[in-house]
C-alpha cells in the first residue's frame, strides 16, 4: 500500500528557480530633479503585461563572451563578482543590464575609440544603430557583433550597483535580479521595442508614485521602492553618489501574504507568510 502523505509529498511542485537577471534605472536631470525612464510592458506580455518596468532581463549566455573579448576594459569580472558577492560571472549582469536597455530603450551606453559616450544626433549614425537593435531584437546578429563592428566599449563604469530583489516564492515565473542606476547617455533618445514594450516615457519619481497609488501607473513592489529612494534626490550626482555610499546591499525577498499582498522582510505579517504562499 502506497503511503497518502508520502504521494502528496511527491507529488508537490517544486518553487520555479529565480532567473539570474539585471535590470537598469536610467536617469537624467532635468529643471524638476531627476527623471526616471520608465517602459510599458507589452499588454499580452506573459510577465506583468501592461505594467511600468525599467528596462532589464535575465542574463543571456553570450554575455559571458565580454569577459575574455577586450569590448569591457573597464571592468573586470573579479572586481565585478566581489561587488556582487558572487564566485564569478559577475561582470554578465552589467552586460546584461547595458544589453537590455538598448534592446527595450534603445540607449546605448557604450564609448568610441575617442572614449566618449556614443551619441545619436547624427541622422546617419541613428539610423545605422536602429537597424543594429532591430538585428538585435530579431535574432540576426549577437551583441557582442554589434560592439565590435562599431568598435565601441561597454560604458560599464557607468552603472551603479544599488539593489538585489528576488521574485516571491510559489509565483510561476521568478527572477534574481540586480538593480543598476545610470544617467541616460546624451543626444539619444528612448523609444520602445513594440515588442516587449509599447510605451516609453521620461518621469520624476514623486509623479510617478503619486500616479501609482491613484492607480493611473501600474508598477512591481521593487519599480516602487526603488522610485521611493530615489525620491529623495534632486540631481544625478548626488543620486550616484547616494548609491555607491550602499556597502551592505542584501537580496530583498518579499512574501505574499494571504490577501495576496506582498511583504517585506522587518514588515508585521512577513514571518507568518508562509514563503511557499
Not at 22 to 50: H, Q, W, Y
Request: hydrophobic share 40%.
Amino acid at each position: 500500500m502506497t503511503d497518502a502523505g508520502s504521494v502528496k509529498k511527491e507529488g508537490a511542485k517544486k518553487p520555479a528557480t529565480p532567473m539570474p537577471s539585471a535590470t537598469v534605472t536610467l536617469v537624467r536631470d532635468a529643471p524638476g530633479g531627476i527623471e526616471v525612464l520608465m517602459m510599458r510592458r507589452n499588454l499580452k506580455s506573459g510577465f506583468v503585461p501592461g505594467m511600468y518596468v525599467f528596462p532589464g532581463g535575465g542574463l543571456d549566455k553570450d554575455d559571458l563572451l565580454f569577459k575574455n573579448n577586450s569590448l569591457c576594459e573597464c571592468l573586470d569580472d573579479a572586481a565585478a563578482s566581489a561587488t556582487l558577492g558572487v564566485a564569478h560571472d559577475g561582470m554578465c549582469y552589467w552586460v546584461a543590464a547595458i544589453r537590455e536597455a538598448f534592446e527595450e530603450s534603445g540607449l546605448l551606453l557604450a564609448r568610441d575609440a575617442a572614449g566618449q559616450l556614443i551619441r545619436f544626433g547624427d541622422a546617419t549614425v541613428a539610423a545605422r544603430f536602429k537597424e543594429h537593435r532591430r538585428r538585435l531584437n530579431a535574432g540576426e546578429a549577437a551583441f557582442t557583433d554589434l560592439i565590435a563592428a562599431e568598435q565601441l566599449q561597454l560604458a560599464a563604469d557607468a552603472l551603479t550597483y544599488f539593489a538585489h530583489w528576488i521574485t516571491p516564492v510559489g509565483l510561476p515565473r521568478r527572477y534574481d535580479t540586480r538593480f543598476f542606476m545610470a544617467e541616460a547617455p546624451p543626444e539619444q533618445e528612448p523609444v520602445q521595442d513594440e515588442r516587449e514594450t509599447i510605451a516609453a516615457e521620461w518621469a520624476r519619481p514623486a509623479d510617478a508614485l503619486s500616479r501609482h497609488k491613484r492607480g493611473e501607473f501600474e508598477m512591481r513592489t521593487p519599480t516602487v521602492h526603488t522610485l521611493e529612494l530615489f525620491a529623495d534626490y534632486d540631481n544625478v550626482a548626488r543620486l550616484r553618489q547616494g548609491l555607491g555610499e550602499r556597502r551592505e546591499i542584501s537580496a530583498v525577498l518579499p512574501r505574499i501574504g494571504r490577501d495576496g499582498r506582498r511583504i517585506l522582510p522587518g514588515e508585521p505579517g512577513y514571518e507568518e507568510a508562509a514563503p511557499s504562499a
